[in-house]
């Protein structure tokens, strides 16, 4: 992130060959960006180090980071944080791209290096179940005197204890067998036992005999917790990425009608809720979460009645309330831009390519940064805004600068991102998180542009839209703010006024706002289609209006222009003929655009045959029907009625645009892709 004042006042310098740092470096550097404290030395030796990551529990003593990395021609391996739930690849920057060759030897020896890696794990985990087993067996009980059951204010439930004090809990399969343990010292750090298998493996306090409720829970302090409150079982998890699997094989285990609750951590993170959220989804099962940062023993500890967090059905107050008094006390709608952006929203802003969005979205922005009192008439809160810019940088560059000297504006509380990330993986999401913490103020309003440069995976996918709602529904969570998605609409005319990608993405609006684009010089027109807790607000209409930039002169000494949304008046509504007219010209458009923009004469220009190629591919029309379309003799058909109206004329193969506004539209559109 970088201040709005240094992106834009300040002269070009030409970049600084840049200064590779060793591979040891820039896997910590990786680890940084992820959220992850690295350990101050980094040893790519093949092998797995685990180090304390200072994400959560007792620093130097809880080591739930870990990695493994190989000094090869091309440094790689991964690294990740248990308790955080980050799991990543990482590959040291050589200077340079890697060719085909190198890049299909990296893919094989990473590839090797993982199948010898399972093998090692493989073995690992065979000796560790025969030596856990023996460790296990040699353990006396533990009491409820020993320093961290005392601190946690829980009874040791078989839990037993080593030479050296530490305690020790056992970790099962679904089977029965033992296949690792937990070591938990007095000052409450950590460990498993090395090489042990701990993936799907829980153990469980108390008997599932009698009828009830069955719990999860991430951490042995936590299931000993909710037993001793219900005197009902609970089983260990023992992380958070584990809920899932033991979820899975508990539902297997005692079917369909045992009533399962997860009872997560509400860690900072959001992980403890985004896998117990997981698990419910998949098998049925329920999930509570502390009101408070932390576990359900935290909860206790601070005072707090488990009970009534465990049962809510139990609370004074009635779960159904009247609806009279329900709806006396006031809960007005909190507006950064009044009936437009709502206070701690979800919003996308959709429209076509080149059709005026950004400049809107930008418009918003600008207004709130500048603490401009109104935008369109509607009252605008003052508010820090946080604008992820994926794409066209020296374009957004010129448009800020040409609304600053439109409006007369300077200190802008605003920061642009120099590049995208990744928004829906850890170490994007993490890198986000850190940069805005960085910053020192707390932001009203992240604007991500565009939804694609910042997402991994398809738009299209209901899978992959979940992870990027979740993402940003965190980023709205981490800083109580709103959340604005900038995205296209599809190619085809009739999805022009919805959002391209999964139908996922409109269930979880708050508000949905369309821009469509002013056609034969029409108005750019602004739609609210859902506002989910008030009333749809009326369509408002505006036009870009050029403005020069002070001090900006390209190479060959022009002034350099850019272009503000001003407000503009409802346009008037064409006659049938008229609209006849425009909706045959928006086919040659649509045309136009996805035939490559050919410009002949300095005008727009499409050939004949690109025509019926894009009318039988695109819009699916049969050969013969594309034939009458493409005839300048076929009365009534797509090209002899816009060369009737003068709207386009014949130029060598094809035709070319004639109509001045028609022109500058297209061209415009076409420096805007």
Not at 285 to 310: F, S, T, W
Not at 566 to 572: E, F, L, Q, T
Request: charged fraction near 25%.
């Amino acid at each position: 992130m970088a201040n709005i004042e240094s992106i834009f006042g300040g002269a070009f310098t030409p970049p600084v060959a840049e200064i590779l740092d060793p591979p040891e470096i820039q896997l910590q550097t990786a680890m940084r960006n992820a959220g992850i404290e690295p350990p101050e030395a980094i040893y790519l030796d093949g092998r797995i180090h685990r180090f304390n990551s200072g994400t959560k529990g007792k620093p130097g003593i809880d080591k739930s980071g870990w990695y493994i990395g190989y000094l090869d021609a091309i440094p790689a391996g991964r690294f990740g944080d248990w308790r955080s739930d980050i799991e990543l690849s990482w590959r040291a920057d050589i200077g340079r791209k890697l060719d085909a060759a190198e890049r299909m030897a990296h893919v094989r020896r990473l590839a090797e290096l993982k199948a010898q890696r399972d093998r090692e794990l493989e073995r690992q985990h065979e000796v560790a179940s025969n030596t856990v087993d023996k460790i296990w067996y040699e353990c006396g009980a533990a009491n409820a005197d020993h320093p961290y059951l005392k601190k946690k204010g829980i009874h040791p439930h078989g839990a037993r204890i080593t030479g050296d004090g530490r305690l020790v809990l056992p970790l099962y399969d679904e089977n029965g067998v033992l296949t690792s343990l937990q070591y938990i010292d007095i000052d409450g750090g950590k460990l498993y036992h090395p090489g042990g298998a701990t993936g799907a493996k829980f153990t469980i306090i108390g008997s599932v005999d009698e009828p009830g409720t069955l719990y999860i829970a991430e951490g042995f302090a936590t299931a000993a917790t909710i037993h001793e409150e219900t005197n009902r079982p609970c089983v260990v998890s023992y992380s958070a990425s584990n809920l899932v699997p033991v979820t899975e094989l508990m539902r297997e285990k005692y079917g369909i009608g045992q009533d399962i609750v997860i009872v997560a951590d509400n860690d900072a993170s959001g992980v403890g809720q985004r896998y117990a959220d997981q698990a419910c989804a998949k098998y049925g099962a329920r999930y509570v979460i502390p009101e408070i940062q932390g576990d359900v023993n935290d909860y206790r500890i601070a005072g707090h009645d488990v009970a009534l967090l465990l049962n809510p059905a139990n609370k004074d107050d009635e779960w159904l309330t009247p609806a009279d008094s329900f709806s006396e006390q006031p809960a007005p709608i909190k507006w950064l831009v009044k009936h437009w952006l709502q206070e701690n929203a979800l919003i996308m802003v959709h429209g076509p390519s080149g059709g005026g969005k950004t400049f809107v979205v930008l418009d918003w922005c600008l207004h709130m940064a500048a603490k401009m009192p109104t935008w369109f008439g509607h009252k605008t809160k003052p508010g820090n805004v946080v604008y992820l810019a994926g794409e066209g940088h020296q374009g957004l560059r010129g448009r800020v600068a040409a609304w600053k000297h439109h409006h007369q504006s300077s200190g802008l509380s605003m920061w642009i991102s120099k590049t995208g990330c990744d928004l829906n993986t850890p170490e994007g999401f993490y890198r986000v998180v850190n940069h805005i913490n960085s910053l020192d103020i707390k932001p009203q309003l992240i604007v991500v542009d565009t939804l694609h440069r910042f997402m991994n995976g398809d738009e299209n996918s209901a899978q992959d839209t979940k992870t990027m709602l979740d993402a940003c529904n965190n980023l709205m969570t981490e800083f109580n703010c709103s959340t604005l998605l900038v995205h296209h609409t599809g190619v085809s005319e009739e999805s022009q006024h919805r959002a391209r990608g999964s139908s996922a993405w409109r269930g979880a609006l708050d508000i949905e706002i369309s821009i469509v684009p002013g056609k034969d010089d029409q108005p750019i027109e602004i739609v609210q289609r859902k506002s989910k807790d008030a009333e749809l607000s009326k369509d408002l209409f505006a036009r870009l209006q050029s403005v020069v930039i002070p001090n900006w002169i390209d190479e060959d000494g022009e002034k350099v222009t850019s272009a503000v949304i001003v407000a503009s008046d409802a346009p008037n509504k064409p006659n049938k003929k008229e609209s006849t007219y425009i909706k045959l010209k928006k086919t040659l458009e649509r045309a136009w655009d996805e035939t490559g923009c050919d410009i002949s004469d300095e005008k727009p220009y499409i050939t004949k045959s690109a025509l019926f190629n894009f009318l039988v591919t695109n819009d699916g029309l049969p050969e013969s029907t594309a034939n009458q379309y493409v005839k300048p003799s076929a009365k009534g058909k797509l090209i002899n009625e816009l060369l009737n109206a003068e709207i386009i004329k014949s130029h060598e193969n094809g035709w070319v645009f004639i109509n001045d506004v028609d022109i500058s539209s297209l061209m415009m559109r076409k420096k805007n892709e």
